[in-house]
């Protein structure tokens, strides 16, 4: 054979043998190139949870930190809702001190002085007795005097003023504590008090003051032992500020 003919024949040989091993190394990197696409769909699926979670714990945290923060809004009203009051109670320490009040305690209010234990009205009338008629002026003067100072200190702030006019059951305690006619009658007690006032030129309104002219008939709260003593009138200061239940009493 020739020598041309061997060439070609190792040449053959080498190319089949090439052949094959680019066959082997395709095969090889198709079936490592499958591996890692399926490795890494399942990179990318683990990743998709982690960032779906990712993404739900970004809206909790988000969630929380609104609560928070509405919260914190809340907080800081609440705590300038206090502070208003504790100014309020503050205020009302001249009455205290005024020797023309006295606190009483059990019932959590003040009265005049002057009025407490007094039939100020006859019975079932509805005028002011002449001997009480300068004390209730005087009162009414203390308390413009008061409302005047506490809109001088804190002029945001606006109060009710109750006048509260009550009735005396000693002459007949079979009477309905319900009756109308205490009511009525009450109610005119508490008009004659506050136009007294009126006619001394004694003025609430002028100090962020709402006026309610009330009768609570035979019924009220801290009524005297003493029934008589109940031919009266009183006087509740309501701070109107948000959820506020304290009254004050005079």
């Known amino acids: 054979m020739k020598k041309s003919n061997f060439f070609w024949v190792g040449f053959a040989d080498l190319m089949t043998s090439l052949f094959f091993i680019m066959l082997v190394l395709f095969v090889v990197t198709i079936s490592f190139l499958q591996f890692k696409m399926k490795e890494n769909i399942s990179i990318l699926e683990r990743n998709k949870w982690v960032i779906q979670k990712n993404e739900l714990l970004i ?4 969630r929380l930190i609104d ?4 919260k914190e809004k809340q907080l800081n009203i609440e705590i300038q809702r206090l502070s208003k009051l504790l100014k309020i109670e503050e205020q009302f ?5 005024s020797p023309y009040f ?33 004390a209730t002026v005087k009162v009414g003067e203390v308390l413009e005097t008061f409302l005047k100072n506490m809109q001088k200190s804190n002029p945001d702030q606006s109060y009710l003023l109750v006048i509260e006019g009550n009735m005396a059951n000693e ?5 309905n504590i319900d009756h109308l006619w205490g009511y009525k009658k009450s109610y005119e007690r508490a008009l004659a008090v506050y136009s007294l006032w009126q006619k001394n030129a004694i003025n609430f309104r002028k ?21 008589g003593n109940n031919k009266r009138f009183s006087i509740q200061i309501i701070p109107k500020t948000e959820n506020q239940s304290k009254k004050n009493k005079l």
């Open 59 to 62: 809206k909790e945290n988000k």
């Open 67 to 70: 609560s928070l923060q509405n």
């Open 93 to 97: 320490k001249p009455l205290e001190d």
């Open 102 to 134: 006295v606190y009483l305690d059990q019932c959590k209010k003040f009265v005049a002085r002057d009025l407490i234990c007094k039939q100020i009205f006859q019975s079932k009338e509805t005028t002011i007795k002449n001997e009480f008629i300068e």
């Open 171 to 175: 002459l007949d305690e079979s009477i």
């Open 207 to 227: 100090y962020n003051v709402e006026v309610l002219i009330c009768g609570s008939g035979f019924n009220g709260l801290c009524r005297d032992k003493e029934e």
